[in-house]
């Protein structure tokens, strides 16, 4: 079945940057969030992104115009109910998804995909709730969307080869590079990039080096485009901690245990670039 009609639920900063790349890649896009302000704030993202391609010579006035018109919004979820494939991008908690998943099984026909972009919870719950378990999957997206080429595909022991086959189709249209994993905490890229990021943070808790050597040190010692911590404040603390909780609580080891610093700044807000301030202090920027 060829993806036609996408449906993103939830336009935060990863659900807006996948119903801003699915509509630059011609597909029909309709995106929900939880009320209208946050729907409002995700629809600037867009277009803000889509104004400065412009700018930069990237879309023609003419493409924009296009992808504007390919992607419409929705506070309704039931106007989902004409859609190939939802993609759920809504808080990381597991009771809301579940929830949804049930709702969305409901609403959609037996034959629409529905996957999660979940970065760590199981997919076989969400599977578990709904009534065609062959069709759902994980659609794993990397941030900044929009750029980062990779999309993990996550099959449960349910997942179909027609669902895989569907949605390697559908990423490779958007421009993406998919991979196939299974349904295992933290799937292939955060089960080897969290620990890499709590090593940081236990390393300089510990007084081996400053956050900006260390920084440094994997930035020109590596070409890593960003340093642990810059790397942290990107993602989240918030997100990081919880995938590294989901990890540890599959495989209870050291290396996967947060740290209590990242816990005690989460605690005071200290979620990265999104609060303003994360491990850097990003208020004047
Ligand atoms: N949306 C759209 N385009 C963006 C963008 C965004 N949010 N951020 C950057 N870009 C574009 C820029 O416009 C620029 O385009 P141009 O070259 O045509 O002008 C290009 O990307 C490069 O950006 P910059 O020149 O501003 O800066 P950098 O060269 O430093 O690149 C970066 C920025 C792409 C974010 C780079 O630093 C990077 O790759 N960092 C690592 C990101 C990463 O590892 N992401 C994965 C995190 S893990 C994850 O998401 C999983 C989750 O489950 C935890």
Redesign the pocket.
């Known amino acids: 079945m060829a993806i036609q009609k996408v449906g993103v639920v939830g336009c935060g900063?990863?659900g807006s940057?996948i119903a801003?790349t699915a509509a630059q890649s011609g597909f029909d896009t309709l995106v929900t969030e939880v009320s209208q302000p946050l729907l409002d704030r995700g629809m600037q993202r867009i277009q803000g992104?889509w104004a400065?391609?412009q700018s930069?010579g990237?879309l023609t006035a003419e493409q924009v115009a296009a992808n504007q018109v390919r992607l419409r919004s929705t506070l309704d979820l039931n106007d989902f109910a004409d859609r190939d494939i939802v993609i759920e991008v809504i808080i990381e908690q597991k009771e809301p998804k579940l929830a949804l998943f049930r709702q969305l099984d409901a609403i959609t026909p037996p034959a629409t995909l529905l996957v999660s972009n979940t970065?760590?919870l199981p997919i076989t719950e969400m599977a578990a709730v709904t009534k065609r378990r062959d069709k759902v999957a994980g659609l794993?997206?990397?941030?900044?969307?929009?750029?980062?080429k990779l999309v993990e595909i996550v099959r449960t022991v349910e997942t179909s080869d027609a669902t895989v086959a569907a949605l390697r189709q559908f990423t490779e249209t958007m421009g993406k590079t998919p991979i196939i994993a299974k349904d295992t905490a933290g799937f292939v890229?955060?089960f080897l990039?969290?620990p890499y990021l709590l090593s940081a943070i236990r390393m300089y808790e510990q007084g081996v080096a400053s956050m900006e050597d260390i920084d440094a040190a994997m930035q020109l010692g590596t070409n890593?485009?960003?340093g642990p911590f810059?790397?942290t404040d990107?993602?989240?603390l918030d997100?990081?901690l919880y995938?590294a909780e989901v990890i540890y609580a599959e495989h209870p080891e050291p290396a996967y245990a947060p740290p209590a610093l990242l816990r005690r700044m989460v605690t005071l807000g200290r979620l990265g670039r999104k609060t303003g301030q994360g491990f850097y202090d990003y208020t004047d920027k």
């Open positions: 900063l990863m940057g801003q992104a400065t391609m930069k990237k970065s760590s794993h997206f990397f941030n900044p969307v929009p750029v980062m890229v955060n990039l969290i890593y485009p960003m810059t790397l990107y993602v989240g997100t990081t995938a």
